[in-house]
Each structure stands twice: as C-alpha cells, then as structure tokens.
C-alpha cells in the first residue's frame, strides 16, 4: 500500500512540475503515472551509482552536482515515455528541483504503511513535551 501511494505522490510532483516548468510537457495522467515509475526505477538503481562516481565533484560543490544527477535522471526518464518530454538541460535541472520539493512535503505525511500519519504531542507536568 505504502508503494502504491508514494508512486502516486511522484506522479502528483511531476504533474505539478509540468505545471509550473514550460520546458516540461506530460500529455496525460497515465503519462506522468509511468514516468514516475520510470523515476522511481532509475532513482533505485542508478542514483546511487551516480552519487559515488560523482563524489568529489559533489563534494566540491557542497552538494549542488544532485541537482545535475537528478535532471539526468527526468531526462531519462523522458526518453523513455511518449508522453512525456523534457525540453532542455535547465528544464531538467528546474523540474528536478521542484519534483523533489512536492515528493518531499507530500511523502513527509505518509508513513510507513500509506496511511497519513501524525504525532500527537502531550505537555508534561513539568512543562516539556513528549
């Protein structure tokens, strides 16, 4: 159930990516449905990959070259769905930013099982929460 709802989240973010960025076009719900599982397959086997061959580039640019490893990654992805089509390197970068940042605030509400998931915080008598 939990990769159900996060493959729909992903496919949230790049909707709404495709909303905001120009160079990112997405024909339809089922386009951005598959090329999020495309994403969700090349961020699991060649992210890491990627991360370890780029490691003293990443470091020497504190963490910045991600954004390059993800927008390799969306076009891609692109390539490899019809529907969906990335125009451009800047794009890429853009959209990679964006889809990261909904994927993020959408998956920080879901918990392990799927479920929308909260902490309920008590104050103690001694004034500190738990």
Known sequence: MGLLVRWLI???????????????????????????????????????????????????????????INAVLLKMASGVIS?????GFWSAVFGGLIISVVSWLLNSFINDQGRV?????????DGRWE
């Open 10 to 68: 992903l496919t949230v973010a790049i909707i709404v990516a495709s909303y905001l960025i120009q160079g990112i076009e997405v024909s339809g719900f089922f386009s951005a449905f598959f090329a999020a599982a495309i994403l969700g397959v090349l961020n699991v086997f060649f992210r890491p990959i990627l991360l370890i061959l780029t490691l003293p580039i990443n470091i020497l640019t504190l963490g910045f070259f991600t954004f390059i």
């Open 83 to 87: 529907g969906f089509v990335v125009h």
């Open 117 to 125: 998931g909260y902490t309920d915080l008590r104050r103690r008598d």
